[in-house]
Every structure is written in C-alpha cells, then in structure tokens.
C-alpha cells in the first residue's frame, strides 16, 4: 500500500455515493488506485459494486463524492469522454452491439478515439486483442449468435480495444470452469505491464487472490474493510459476510479434495420404477452447428441428477432440449411414459417439466409476487398462496421484497427468485441450469441448502452446474458431458472420485 | 456490414463488389437518369420524378431509423419546412430553384440542429413520438402565423421549370443523398453510428459520443428530406399546410423502407420501385392500392423483417454457398 503513496495516484475517489429515491447503493466510499496496480472489489450481491463501477465508468452520476483521474476531476464527465481518456468498463451482463461482428464490435472503440487509425494497424491490434481474448476465430461472427460465456469474453476485448489506462471488469470470470479461470488469470497477468491498473469485481476466488494485489470488501454499499488481499481473505469479518463456507479458499482451488459435508444420499426407494424421464439416443443444435451427438440418459422420481461439463460442452442445450425449447434432430424424449419429443415448451411445462434458466431471466417489468404468480396461472387462489408461502418459507428474503420489482433486487435474490418461479408451477422435474452464475460464496450456500431441502422433499431435480462441488454435494447420480457426449456417469460418490473428473476441469483434456 | 471484412474476405474477386466498379455503375446509372426525360414520355417523366422524391425520403429515414436506430415520424416537418422555405425565397426574394433548395437544405439543418437537444433527450418510442410532435408544431405554426398565407397556403408566382428539368433536379438530388448514404454507411461513422444504434450507453462507455453520432445523421436525413420537400413543392407550383405537412410524408418513407429492407443499403431503392409501381398499377382502385400496401407490409414484418432485399440477401447467399463448398 505504502510502496508507491509518494506519486500521484491514477484514480482518486473520495466520499462516492449514489442514492437511489431512499435506497442508498453507495456511501462514502473512498478509492485510491496508483498506476500498475491492481484492486479487487468483493462483497455480497447487493453490495454495490456493481454501482461502484457505474460510477467510476461515468454510465452512473453520484449523489455525493469526487473522482480524480490522472489529477484530472472527472465527476462531471459523462461516459464518452472519460473512456476517452481511457478508463474501460465491461458489463456484468454482457452489453455487445448485437447486430455487428466481433470484429466491427471492437472497431467502435478504435475508431471512437481515434476515426484516422490506419486500417492495417487497426486490423492488427484487433487481430491481437481477439488472439488474447480467445476470440479470433469469431472475428466474422455477429455478436448476437454469441453464446453467454463467449460475449463476456467479446465484453474484455472490446474495452481493451480502447486500450485503457484503467480497466474495470465486472465479474468476467463468472461461469468459468477452472481451465477457463487459469487463462483468464493469464490474461489479466498479461496486461498488468506497470502502467495499465485494473479494478477487478470478483465472486470467483481464486481469480482474486492470484490477480489482485490490494482487496476492498463493501458491505451494504460501505467499505467494510481494505487492505493487502491475503489480509483481508484471512479476516473473520470477511468470512462472515462473504466467504462462507468456502472460506479457507480450499473449494475453488481444488475441487477434489475438499470434504464432502453433506450426507451421502440414501437412493431413494423407487430404483424399480418406471423413469420420470429418459432421453434415448438425442441429438440436436443450433444451425448447422450439432451441439449434442446421440445421447441417452434417465432420470428417476426423486432423484437429483447432476449435469457437469466444460463450458461449450453442451450442458445448457441439453436443459433447452429438456424443457422442449430447442428442437431435436434425432432421438426421442419419454416424460412420465409419454413421448414429448414433439411437444412445445408451453406444453411440456403444462406437464410438469420447469426450467430454471440460465441468466435468471427475470420480468423486469413485473413485481416480485407477479414474477412468481406467472407460472402458476389457471391454479385455484387458494392453491396458489399456499405456493407463494412455501417459497416465501424457502427464502424469507423474498416476502421482504414481494413488491420490489423483479430486477431491482440483488443478483442473489434474483436468482433465488428464479428458482421460487420454477417451483410455482409445482413441477415434477426442475432443471437447475447455471443457478450460482455470478453469486457470492454465502449466497451459493444459501441457495444449495434450499435445493438440498426440495430434495428431501422428494423433488426431481437435473441440477447443470459448473461449480462441481457444489453439484456434487446434492447430486445422487452425474453425468459428466464432453463435446456433446456422455463421458461418465456414475453415482455422485464414485464421479467425485474418479481421475477423469480431475483431468476435465483442470483442463488436462485429451 | 462490409466495412471491416471486405478487405480480407476472398469474394474480392467478385468484380461488382469492387469500388470502382461500383462508382462506374453508380455514373452510368445517373447519366442515363440524366437523359432520360429527352426519351421518355412525359407519364414516365412525372413517375420517374415521384420515384425520384420517394427514393430520396426513404433513404433518409433508412439512415435514421435503420442505420441510426432513430425511428422517426418527424418526416413531414422538414418536408414541409423545405416547401415553405424553397417557395417563400422563389417568390420573396427571386431566387432561382437551384438556390432556394440549397436554402431548404439549410433550414433543415438549423431546425434539425436546435430540435437535437430535446429531441435526442428521448429514446426509442418515445422519440418518434417527439418527431411526431415537431411535424404537428410546424403545421400549426405555419396555419397560424399570418406569413404564410394560413390554411389556404402559398402559390409560387412565376413560371415553373419543366418537368424534365425538375426531374434532372431530382436526379442530382439522388446523386447527392446516394454520396452521402456511401459515405454513411461505407465509412468508420457508420461502424460508430450502429454501436448508438445497438446500444447507446455502451456506445459511450467505448467513447463514443452518441449525440454528435446521433446529430450527424439527424442534419443530413434533415437536409435531404427539406431539399426533397423544395423541389416538390415547385412541381405542384402551390402549397398548402396539410398537404406538405401530411402525415402520409412520414409515414411513406417508413412503409417503403420496410418493404425494401430497414438498414440494408438497397431497402430504399427497392423499396421505392416497389411502391410507386403498386400505386401506378392500382392508380384506379386507391381503395385495393392501400389495402395490397397493408398486406405487404404485414406478410413483410411476419416472414421477412429483414424487407425484399433481406429475401434476396438470403437466396444469394444459400446459391454462394453451394459453389464455394465445392473448392474449400
């Protein structure tokens, strides 16, 4: 901290604050930031960081507070002109211009700044940008047909594209397996040259401690406390309203050998019944694209199927061939002895598949309690409180906010509210897909005991997960997914146990 | 679309996709435009310069809406506002067609410049309703404000030019709308104005400066539209509030763009062809002209949203496809 206190600092923000009408997001938060650092900003869902950023970048006028950049007050400038004077933002949820390439994307900031850069010089660092980003072969792909995790990718390539002299990346490492993490972590390393600074919002730890020189923990739209990274993660006040039980740091690094604290799951006593569901030898796609190549499996009443597997492997179209929003090219699907495979997905929702997607697709426009009576349409008033009050039972915090709208509340209870949405419908199959996407450690705790308690309840379950431990510890049976296919199954114990496990996510493939 | 690939992808080799190709195209095309009333007959004279106007509108609101992303119902008010303009200074201060367009061009860009600032507060509908707005303002202003000769409106008191010399004005004033949408939607400015257009605070969380992207465009859809809406006025040789302020100049443009193919670079062209044709085959049932526009327009919006050129895009694409799989 002290090492560099003598010059200037690049960023200076004192007494930020924003209020929205009587919600206070921000509250006299103070930033220093000094040339080639780099600071990570931790804190629960709902703390503000994401604010934070918004205040920083200019998108976000603050109620109270002044910014210094380069010396310069910045607090008047809107956005435009302070990227201009190089400060690069990337959006949580990624914000790419739709319907451009990925190339023409990354052009915007170029010629922004500077509209007579030579085409071949302009060619060349998008070129090199794209390398580094692991984007060069979308160069010519419209954003749009962008999956999720490969837009937040296009989200760091375009704010380098401005080559900023401070970059702030919201949460770009959500939804990475560990491999993934690793070249992200490379990533960053590589452009801390000694005069880019980087501010870095973080859930995934291990991106934090090995990035992350200095650390600032808000609570409550307050810091709770700051200082050298490995300081802080030790702090007992951090774990409490942060880490949870992840803490000790252990979980992320190496899934494999963290305990398993829950109970093995007694299998439940229908192992002779008919399945609730089976896919037998499905495959489907987008386009030309085959994404899932003849494949099979079943799921029984009241068990809990784990579906694990590196990004792009299939995992997510599998949940929308599932749940019928995607279109089979081959195979057939049996839900409850009937053959689906035909059916819309407001149908196959009518009989009893819900699904949880990924990226909460929350109503923005709707209520909390409207969000959730949404999928429990055509149900008796009676029936339907009765529901309302189970969710409201599985996560109080929703009752709190019955009124708020369905995205003004936290990531966290966003997501809580999601689920709460799946379950309305009263399913007999819930697919999780994605559920702790860009969550806090203690808020991935709280949402894995609910799911642990619908398990013992009886519920179905086909949990899709990037977070192995996680899905492991509720899981009865796993299915691990490679390139569209099933490359190991087992019960949750013996996966867990097993080599091949340990080669995929630690991106020892093939 | 092309601005960044077309200098690696190997389709150079297509001649017609050269730029000099195409600028030789583009001469030829307005050359013979230029002649074309020498041979014509003076039914396809009065059409052609219809097409003529329709075309240039069209392009305009393209610009706006399809490349800017900027849906407007504001058409008619600088359509009117160059009618006004271009006859005031016809008869006011003598002026010749060529100069008082140039005026209307003019006006258009002053009236686009200070409506910027409050039209540009607002977004998506709530912008095209504030266009919708400016055109009703203008209407009433000049119903109400004695100099403009009230409902009744204006005539232009000396003699009118021909229509083969209106529709050489109408040619040029396509060569110039056809300059600048090459250069909008062919140059850096267009990469910059579609980023606004797809998302205008990111947009800016890259640099760039959405409202000077924003007014940029708005000036030269402004000019182009008040210099169209001069040189019908001097056609029809007198003008009247409703008329040159009528809502069908906004609302035209939009069907004709759609028809083509909103933000494609030929949708106008097409699109205008495609319209004026219908209104000429139907100009005895106006009733089935309108109703067949309608249809268009829905089976349009439902099957292809992307206009006829989108169609044709599409085909052309699924026939290159077949011959470039064959040598990879």
Redesign the interface.
């Known amino acids: 901290m002290t090492a560099a206190a003598h010059s200037a600092p690049l960023l200076d923000a004192a007494g930020l604050g924003k209020r929205y009408g009587g919600v206070v997001a921000n509250d006299g938060i103070d930033i220093r930031l000094d040339k080639g650092r780099v600071l990570g900003v931790i804190g629960p869902n709902g703390a503000g960081k994401s604010t934070l950023i918004g205040l920083l970048?200019?998108?976000i006028a603050p109620s109270a507070g002044r910014i210094r950049f380069e010396g310069d007050d910045i607090t008047a400038l809107?956005?435009?002109?302070r990227?201009?004077r190089g400060i690069?933002?990337t959006?949580q949820i990624p914000?790419?211009?739709?319907?451009?390439?990925v190339?023409?994307?990354l052009?915007?900031?170029q010629?922004?700044?500077s509209?007579f850069i030579s085409?071949a010089t302009a060619?060349a660092e998008r070129r090199d940008i794209l390398e580094r980003c692991g984007l060069a072969d979308a160069t010519?792909v419209k954003a749009r047909d962008l999956p999720l995790l490969r837009r937040k990718r296009l989200e760091v390539a375009?704010?380098l594209?401005?080559k900023p002299k401070l970059l702030l990346l919201d949460e770009v490492g959500a939804g990475l397996i560990d491999s993934e993490v690793s070249e992200l972590i490379a990533l960053i390393r590589s452009l801390q040259d000694g005069e880019r600074s980087i501010i870095i919002i973080e859930h995934v730890i291990r991106i934090v401690k090995e990035c992350c020189e200095d650390l600032v923990v808000i609570n409550f739209g307050k810091v709770l406390t700051k200082g050298p990274t490995a300081e802080v993660l030790a702090s007992d006040e951090v774990s409490a309203v942060y880490l949870g039980t992840s803490h000790g740091g252990a979980a992320n690094a190496s899934p494999i050998a963290a305990p398993s604290t829950t109970a093995d799951p007694a299998p439940s006593a229908s192992a002779t019944a008919a399945p609730l569901l089976a896919l037998e030898g499905v495959s489907a796609g987008y386009g030309q694209a085959r994404v899932i190549h003849d494949l099979s499996l079943s799921v029984m009443p009241g068990q809990v199927v784990g579906i694990l597997g590196t990004n792009g492997a299939g995992k997510t179209t599998l949940a929308h061939v599932i749940s019928r929003a995607l279109p089979v090219t081959a195979g057939r699907i049996r839900f409850a002895g009937d053959d689906i495979t035909a059916l819309p997905p407001h149908a196959a929702a009518a009989r009893g598949i819900a699904h949880c997607m990924e990226g909460r697709r929350i109503f923005a426009s709707l209520s909390v309690e409207e969000n959730l009576l949404v999928s429990a349409r055509n149900v008796a008033t009676a029936q339907c409180k009765e529901r309302l009050e189970r969710i409201y039972a599985l996560f109080p915090v929703l009752a709190e906010r019955r009124h708020a709208a369905g995205t003004s509340i936290s990531g966290g209870q966003q997501q809580a509210l999601a689920i709460g949405r799946a379950l309305m419908a009263k399913p007999r199959l819930v697919i999780f897909d994605e559920i702790s996407l860009g969550l806090a450690p203690v808020m991935m705790d709280r949402l894995y005991e609910a799911l642990a308690e619908l398990k013992r309840e009886g519920l179905t379950m086909l949990v899709v997960e990037q977070d192995v431990e996680r899905a492991l510890d509720v899981a009865d049976v796993a299915h691990i997914i490679n390139k569209g296919r099933i490359t190991l199954s087992g019960s949750a114990a013996v996966v867990r146990a097993d080599e091949r496990l340990r080669h995929l996510y630690f991106g020892i493939e093939d | 679309m092309t601005v960044l690939t077309s200098q690696s992808t190997p389709q150079r080799t297509i001649s017609i996709r050269s730029p000099a190709i195409r600028i030789v195209i583009a001469c030829i095309a307005f050359a013979a435009l230029l002649a074309a009333p020498i041979v014509l007959p003076t039914y396809f004279v009065e059409i052609g310069f219809k097409l003529l106007i329709y075309i240039v509108l069209a392009e305009a609101w393209n610009l706006l809406a399809g490349y800017g992303g900027l849906v407007s119902l504001g058409t008619s008010s600088f359509f009117g506002l160059g009618a006004y303009v271009t006859v005031g200074l016809i008869n006011q201060a003598g002026a010749g067609p060529l100069q008082a367009l140039a005026a209307s061009a003019l006006a258009g860009t002053a009236v686009a410049i200070v409506m910027s600032r409050g039209l540009f507060r607002l977004r998506g509908l709530y912008f095209t309703v504030g266009t919708l707005a400016l055109a009703e303002a203008l209407r009433l202003f000049v119903i109400n404000v004695p100099w403009f000769g009230g409902a009744t409106g204006l005539f232009v008191t000396v003699d009118l030019p021909e229509i083969a010399a209106l529709f050489r004005y109408a040619t040029l004033l396509l060569a110039l709308a056809a300059l600048v949408m090459a250069l909008a939607t062919g140059s850096r400015f267009s990469v910059l104005l579609r980023a606004v257009r797809d998302d205008e605070d990111a947009a800016s969380q890259v640099g760039v400066r959405a409202f000077r992207i924003k007014l940029a465009a708005f000036i030269v859809a402004s000019a182009l539209i008040a210099s169209a809406g001069g040189l019908q006025a001097i056609k029809l040789g007198a003008i009247e509030p409703y008329g040159s302020f009528g809502l069908q100049w906004s609302v035209d443009p939009l069907a004709i763009v759609i028809i083509g193919g909103l933000g494609m670079r030929f949708g106008a062209m097409v699109g205008a062809v495609f319209f004026v044709a219908i209104g000429e085959l139907l100009a005895d049932y106006p009733e089935l002209h309108v109703a067949i526009t309608g249809v268009t327009l829905i089976l349009l919006i439902r099957f292809a949203p992307r206009g006829i050129c989108g169609l044709a895009e599409a085909a052309l694409r699924r026939r290159g496809a077949a011959p470039q799989e064959a040598h990879p």
């Open positions: 970048g200019g998108a809107p956005a435009s002109e990227a201009r690069g933002r959006y914000r790419p211009f739709l319907d451009m390439t190339a023409e994307n052009a915007v900031g010629f922004s700044l509209p085409a060619t010519d375009r704010a594209a401005l």
